[in-house]
C-alpha cells in the first residue's frame, strides 16, 4: 500500500493500474493508492492453512493412539538386534500387548536369534497369563455384555475351579477409578489382615504383572451412602472371583480392606476371623 501526498488544488490525479482515491482539502489533496497486487486475503489463507496443519497431525496422532502395538517374536528379535539391553526389552514385554509364537520352533527361532534366556522365559510367562480367546491359534468368543470375554466357551475343558485359581496365585494388584482411598492407605489395610496374610499374596504395583487384580470404583448416585463397589479378577483366566461393595463411612481403606479379605477367605474356603 502506498500513500501519495500531493499539494495542488486538483481533487482528482490518474495513477496507472492503481486505485486512487481523493480527500480534498483546502489547497491540498490526499491521494491514497492500493496496490491491486496487495492480497487482503493472505493473513485468512495462512490462517486456514494453519487449522488444516494442526487438524491433520492430530488426527495422525489420535489414529496411532487408538491403535495399540502388539509385540510378536519378530518385534523382541528386532529390538535385541538393535543392541537394547534385556532390561528395556523385559520392561517392553510387561507393559505391551503380545501375540508370542511359544511353541518349540518359535523358542528354537528365538535362541538361534541369541535372545537372553530371561526375555525368553518372560515371553513364555506373558503368553500363559493371557485368556485362551487370545492365545494364537484359538478363535476369540465373546459374550453379549460389555464385560469381559467369554474365555472358557472356545476350550472343549471345564474352567479351573475360584478355588484353584486363587490357590495358585502368588501375586495381587490394586486398580482404583476413584481418587479415594490412596493406594498407599489400602495396601497398608489390606496388609494387617489376617485373612489375606493367610493366603500368601504378594502386593505389586502394576495390574499386568499380577496373577490377580481388584478393581474399584465408586458407585454413581450414591452421594448419600458413598457406597464403593470392588471385583476381584484372575488375571491368568480372566475369571471373577469375587465382587462385592462397602461405604466410606469411618475408614474407606480400612473398610475395603476387610471386605476384600473376606471375598477372598470365601473363595479360599478359609474362615475369616
Not at 13 to 38: F, M
Not at 117 to 124: G, H, Q, S, Y
Not at 222 to 242: E, K, M, P, W
Amino acid at each position: 500500500m502506498a500513500l501519495t501526498v500531493i499539494r495542488t488544488s486538483r481533487a482528482y490525479v490518474t495513477v496507472n493500474e492503481s486505485v486512487t482515491t481523493a480527500v480534498q482539502t483546502p489547497r491540498k489533496a490526499v491521494l491514497i493508492e492500493v496496490d491491486q497486487e496487495t492480497n487482503f486475503h493472505r493473513p485468512i489463507y495462512n490462517m486456514l492453512k494453519l487449522i488444516l496443519t494442526i487438524f491433520i497431525v492430530s488426527f495422525a496422532a489420535m489414529t496411532s493412539f487408538t491403535q495399540p502395538e502388539t509385540l510378536t517374536n519378530a518385534d523382541v528379535v528386532e529390538m535385541a538386534t538393535a543392541g537394547l539391553s534385556p532390561e528395556i526389552v523385559l520392561r517392553k514385554i510387561r507393559t505391551s500387548n503380545t501375540k508370542f509364537d511359544v511353541s518349540a520352533a518359535g523358542l528354537i527361532g528365538l535362541k538361534k536369534a541369541n535372545i537372553a534366556d530371561n526375555v525368553i522365559t518372560a515371553m513364555i510367562d506373558r503368553q500363559e497369563i493371557l485368556p485362551p480367546n487370545e492365545k494364537p491359534g484359538n478363535v476369540p468368543a465373546y459374550s453379549e455384555s460389555r464385560s469381559t470375554p467369554n474365555t472358557f466357551t472356545s476350550t472343549p475343558d471345564a474352567p479351573p475351579a475360584k478355588k484353584d485359581l486363587l490357590a495358585t496365585a502368588k501375586t495381587i494388584a490394586f486398580q482404583k477409578s476413584s481418587i479415594q482411598p490412596s493406594q498407599q492407605a489400602l495396601e497398608k489395610e489390606m496388609i494387617k489382615r489376617p485373612e489375606f496374610k493367610s493366603l500368601n499374596l504378594t502386593i505389586t504395583r502394576y495390574k499386568d504383572s499380577a496373577d490377580l487384580y481388584v478393581e474399584i470404583g465408586f458407585v454413581h448416585g450414591s452421594l448419600i451412602t458413598h457406597r464403593y463397589a470392588f471385583r476381584i479378577y484372575d488375571r491368568r483366566s480372566g475369571a471373577v472371583l469375587a465382587a462385592g461393595e462397602t461405604t466410606s463411612w469411618g475408614s474407606l481403606a480400612e473398610n475395603l480392606a476387610r471386605n476384600i479379605a473376606k471375598s477372598l477367605s470365601a473363595v479360599s474356603g478359609i474362615a475369616s476371623r
